[in-house]
């Protein structure tokens, strides 16, 4: 098995690592000026075993990232997006392009820029492409970590519904600090933690992107989403509210909606979990790729040895966007997966 490590943190600049961690259930916390939470990783093979594999309902999984927390501003949910991000192009072998494919297929929202020859990315909108994902009210967040396999669990999501009533609520700012310690107090109550870095906070200039312009008014206008009321039919925008959504398949294909994603705001209430666990990456005997049909890469053969990060960020405004800045914006967790020398 090739030499890895595993690093996790509230962006790539504020990574430490979490090798030791690894296939042990136990979180280490991410904390920012934009989001808190808490992140598991597991691979199998790599630093012992664990009984999350064994689990009838992850056989056939090799790898899983877990997140639980909550974004300290509000963000439609067409705004968060998780996926992958490099600091240089990559060298991408001749077939990749069936790779992108299986891609697309599993997550019909991909977005990507693969062969940039800046900064490669593949994104989408983090509800509609997580496998398993469970959203809570933060006065009720799920047991992190827990012994049995995380299922979608949306049945409070209505409360994250945006009617366009112009209701008034705390302020984000105001929700954030009087909540502060309901995820920790839950998660120390179940585990210890370990910590992935030192607290990360934005830059001057980061956080005037946020309270100047566009952005401002953007978020004083989900800062008056309607907790605890009935949603309407129908907002607006035309977008029914995310009820009956049981199944990973019924949430993934309301949020395959735009007009439905940016119907849901989360905010410093809403407590979000998430299992990203699939099969098709292997990392023990080889770092190999495995696709439907036969098809597999071995993937030391093209890694240059940069970090593959999977991230979770802001959607970035196109007036932000520029020919020399980041394709995506600001971070709200990060795990990378670097070569050891």
Same mark, same amino acid.
């Given at each position: 098995m090739?030499?890895?490590?595993?690093l996790a943190?509230?962006?790539?600049?504020h990574?430490?690592?979490?090798?030791?961690?690894?296939n042990t259930?136990?979180?280490?916390?991410?904390?920012?000026d934009?989001?808190?939470?808490?992140?598991?990783?597991?691979?199998k093979?790599f630093?012992?075993?664990?009984?999350?594999?064994?689990?009838?309902?992850?056989?056939?999984?090799?790898?899983?990232?877990?997140?639980?927390?909550?974004?300290?501003q509000?963000?439609?949910?067409?705004?968060?997006?998780? $996926?992958?991000?490099?600091?240089?192009?990559?060298?991408?072998?001749w077939g990749?392009?069936?790779?992108?494919k299986?891609?697309?297929?599993?997550?019909?929202?991909?977005?990507?820029?693969?062969?940039?020859?800046t900064?490669p990315?593949?994104?989408?909108?983090?509800?509609?492409?997580?496998p398993?994902?469970?959203?809570?009210?933060?006065s009720?967040?799920?047991r992190f970590?827990?012994?049995?396999?995380?299922t979608?669990d949306?049945s409070?999501?209505?409360?994250a519904?945006?009617?366009?009533?112009?209701e008034?609520?705390?302020?984000?700012?105001?929700?954030?600090?009087?909540?502060?310690?309901?995820?920790?107090?839950?998660?120390?109550?179940?585990?210890?933690?370990? $910590?992935?870095?030192?607290?990360?906070?934005?830059?001057?200039?980061?956080?005037s992107?946020?309270?100047?312009?566009s952005k401002?008014?953007?978020?004083k206008?989900?800062?008056?989403?309607?907790? $605890?009321?009935?949603?309407?039919?129908?907002?607006?925008?035309g977008a029914?509210?995310?009820?009956?959504?049981?199944?990973?398949?019924?949430?993934?294909?309301y949020?395959?909606v735009?007009?439905?994603r940016?119907s849901?705001?989360? $905010?410093?209430?809403?407590?979000?979990?998430?299992?990203?666990?699939?099969g098709?990456l292997?990392?023990?005997p080889?770092?190999?790729?495995?696709?439907?049909g036969?098809?597999?890469?071995?993937?030391l053969?093209?890694?240059?040895?940069?970090?593959?990060?999977?991230?979770?960020?802001?959607?970035?405004d196109?007036?932000e966007?520029?020919?020399?800045?980041?394709?995506?914006?600001?971070?709200?967790?990060?795990?990378?997966?670097?070569?050891?020398?």
């Amino acid at each position: 098995m090739p030499q890895l490590r595993v690093l996790a943190g509230p962006d790539p600049n504020h990574l430490a690592s979490i090798t030791h961690l690894v296939n042990t259930n136990t979180p280490c916390k991410v904390s920012s000026d934009h989001f808190e939470g808490h992140i598991i990783a597991n691979i199998k093979g790599f630093n012992g075993s664990t009984e999350y594999f064994e689990r009838d309902d992850r056989k056939g999984v090799t790898w899983s990232i877990q997140v639980q927390g909550r974004f300290l501003q509000p963000h439609s949910a067409d705004d968060i997006l998780f $996926g992958n991000t490099f600091e240089r192009p990559l060298h991408l072998p001749w077939g990749s392009g069936a790779a992108l494919k299986f891609m697309s297929y599993i997550d019909p929202n991909l977005l990507h820029d693969l062969t940039s020859q800046t900064k490669p990315w593949a994104l989408s909108p983090l509800v509609a492409t997580m496998p398993h994902f469970a959203h809570s009210h933060k006065s009720r967040p799920p047991r992190f970590p827990s012994t049995s396999s995380l299922t979608d669990d949306n049945s409070q999501l209505s409360l994250a519904y945006h009617d366009d009533e112009d209701e008034d609520v705390d302020s984000p700012l105001s929700s954030a600090s009087s909540s502060t310690s309901s995820l920790s107090s839950v998660s120390s109550e179940h585990s210890t933690h370990s $910590g992935c870095s030192g607290h990360s906070s934005s830059s001057p200039s980061r956080k005037s992107r946020s309270s100047n312009g566009s952005k401002s008014s953007k978020i004083k206008s989900l800062s008056k989403v309607a907790r $605890g009321s009935r949603p309407a039919s129908r907002n607006r925008n035309g977008a029914p509210p995310p009820v009956n959504l049981h199944t990973a398949v019924q949430r993934r294909n309301y949020f395959s909606v735009s007009k439905n994603r940016k119907s849901v705001v989360f $905010g410093p209430e809403d407590i979000i979990t998430t299992d990203f666990c699939y099969g098709f990456l292997e990392f023990a005997p080889s770092l190999t790729l495995r696709l439907p049909g036969g098809i597999s890469f071995d993937l030391l053969r093209y890694w240059d040895g940069q970090p593959v990060r999977f991230m979770c960020c802001e959607r970035k405004d196109a007036a932000e966007s520029s020919a020399d800045s980041e394709p995506w914006g600001r971070s709200f967790w990060c795990v990378a997966i670097e070569l050891v020398d």
